[in-house]
């Protein structure tokens, strides 16, 4: 990019629409929060998207990423299907382009995620790699020889639906002990509830450890279950870093310790690849949008000063 | 290659050394079988390869593919560690090419027979695929945009030890409940004789199949096991095909049809890929070795000529 470009990045949540503007450094200039209309449809969802683009869009705006949930294919920008906005078949990138007179690219929220931490964060020049995105669910990017696995429909990186415990809890996605039932925020939560515990995230559960025995078990059992999907994915991947990224991440050590020990446990004959939780926080999915945004309409190299950066400012 | 040139092929097992002479179609032209000198050390081993390809080779012979099990460097030539053969750091391709003058390579036998699928069998042309090699272990070899996955330390594909039954069956690796622990041909046998069956392989257990309710239940929980594991690595990688080679395949629509009604089962939310078994047999191997050794020392191309090979000849 040259001096003054600028590429605008927009991360469509279940809840929340998160954007920013990054300068040619990846410097943030700008950023923005609105609240995602599901209720009110489709359309409403993408006027959310244009509006939050557009109005960060300067004229040396080179491009806009787009990063949402779902089945998302990244080559048409079309959101196949993604249950927790209402979306199906809807062909975000054009609608949004059609408005802006700015090229548009739609990538899925955790392979954006998972490219932010291959360039800027602690998987920068490590081929292979799995990054786990804990939050309401749970999804993961994997790397190998250095490209992010698609998969023969897109779908790859399903993590959170990994079965740890034969004839386990039921998952939402009608399978039976999914990692994602236990270990996931959503399952946290209301694990903890229908023992009793009052909780409104995952956070409330952890500043529970240590004073109710439900909350111990609980969280416990998640860690437990996280381990284990990550000893299978490290068998069949051969992974040489694990990252941990998503909201979750905020119970730093609580979640650490006992996932390190538990994958280490379970790899009897090998060493287990270092876990580290992300450097990028909740901006990691808006960093790689904006990454594939670049790649995609500017020259190879022009985020190249992006990993100069030493320490990454947090967007919302 | 030019009209007469030849490649020879050695397949290094635990029990048994086979090695083919193979022409530029791809059709064999000679083979030989000796028993693997495992008790007799390395310098042993190292001599019967040597002897086995030396048979083989003929003024025409462009190269030496082999493939051995175990921590294998396809780069360096280098057997890093291989319990069944005792090996331990041994630079098997330079040994052999030292003594012919013919250049040598040496590939995982797991990911020789995956590459053999990906160029001659059911895989060809499929850029997403799984090779499960079922024989006295269980390990498969993963294909992601059309490249095998080797992994950080070169051990991907350990997919006999992703851990199916939370403190189930312990495994000769350490951990408990692998899925090897009860799919491969050695634990089928060992369980079916605790339970007081009389077998020396996996065929004698699906021969009592129907018969006698403790084959029919170590049969289960043995494809239990298998498609549970392939639940987790189709959730992960997103798999277009699943191949199943090795010499379990003998038992045919036992296998296949439990293992892909347990897949099937176990993926509520999305399809499942199609399972078939593999059309090489025992010599996946074989032609895997053959094809690397091609693709190393000859030009792009040479082995072009080998898929149009209607049906492939089994060697052994």
């Not at 470009?5 to 929060?33: F, H, Y």
């Amino acid at each position: 990019m040259d001096q003054h470009a600028s590429v605008v990045a927009v991360d469509l949540g279940g809840t929340t629409i998160k954007a920013a503007r990054l300068d040619r450094q990846g410097g943030v200039e700008e950023t923005l929060r609105l609240p995602t209309p599901v209720q009110q449809g489709p359309p409403a969802i993408i006027d959310a998207v244009t509006a939050a683009a557009g109005a960060l869009t300067r004229v040396d705006t080179k491009a806009v990423g787009i990063c949402a949930p779902g089945l998302v294919n990244s080559t048409t920008g079309i959101v196949h299907f993604a249950p927790n906005l209402g979306l199906r078949d809807v062909a975000l990138a054009r609608a949004v382009q059609e408005q802006l007179a700015v090229p548009v690219t739609l990538q899925h929220d955790v392979r954006a995620a998972c490219l932010a931490e291959l360039r800027l964060g602690h998987a920068a020049g490590i081929d292979e790699v799995l990054v786990v995105v804990l939050g309401t669910g749970v999804a993961a990017g994997i790397v190998t020889a250095g490209k992010i696995v698609h998969g023969a429909q897109g779908i790859a990186g399903e993590f959170g639906h990994i079965p740890v415990f034969a004839d386990g809890e039921p998952c939402a996605c009608g399978q039976r002990g999914c990692v994602e039932a236990y270990a996931a925020a959503g399952a946290l939560v209301r694990r903890y509830r229908e023992a009793g515990g009052t909780a409104d995230g995952a956070a409330d559960v952890v500043a529970q450890l240590g004073s109710h025995e439900a909350a111990d078990r609980i969280w416990t059992e998640g860690m437990n279950a996280l381990g284990r999907a990550l000893v299978t994915s490290t068998v069949l991947l051969d992974h040489q870093l694990i990252v941990l990224a998503g909201g979750m991440t905020g119970a730093g050590n609580h979640l650490l310790e006992p996932v390190r020990r538990t994958l280490q446990g379970g790899l009897a004959w090998r060493s287990a690849p270092p876990v580290h939780i992300s450097a990028l926080g909740a901006s990691a999915g808006l960093f790689g949008a904006a990454l594939h945004a670049l790649d995609t309409f500017e020259p190879a190299g022009s985020t190249e000063h992006w990993h100069r950066l030493a320490a990454l400012p947090r967007i919302s």
